[in-house]
């Protein structure tokens, strides 16, 4: 009887589907934790949305802003 030979690159190709599969696990793995904290996320970007408009308050929009007669007199490159 004859025995069926083998391709060499069996075991490369057995070691990347088990490589890929624990990859995939691990990603659900992080994205069912980071989902369970989706809440908590969103409080901490809202607030710090409105720490942000508090400290912008006071100062004008770039579009609002006349460049001074100093600068307007300045040639050249500094």
Request: hydrophobic share 45%; glycine share 6%.
């Amino acid at each position: 009887m004859r025995r069926r030979r083998n391709h060499p690159l069996i075991q490369l190709v057995i070691w990347l589907a088990i490589s890929l599969v624990c990859c995939l696990l691990a990603l659900v793995a992080a994205l069912s934790v980071a989902s369970e904290h989706g809440d908590q996320l969103d409080n901490a970007h809202r607030a710090g949305m409105v720490l942000g408009q508090q400290l912008c308050q006071g100062f004008r929009a770039e579009a609002d802003r006349v460049p001074s007669p100093a600068a307007r007199r300045q040639k050249g490159l500094l």
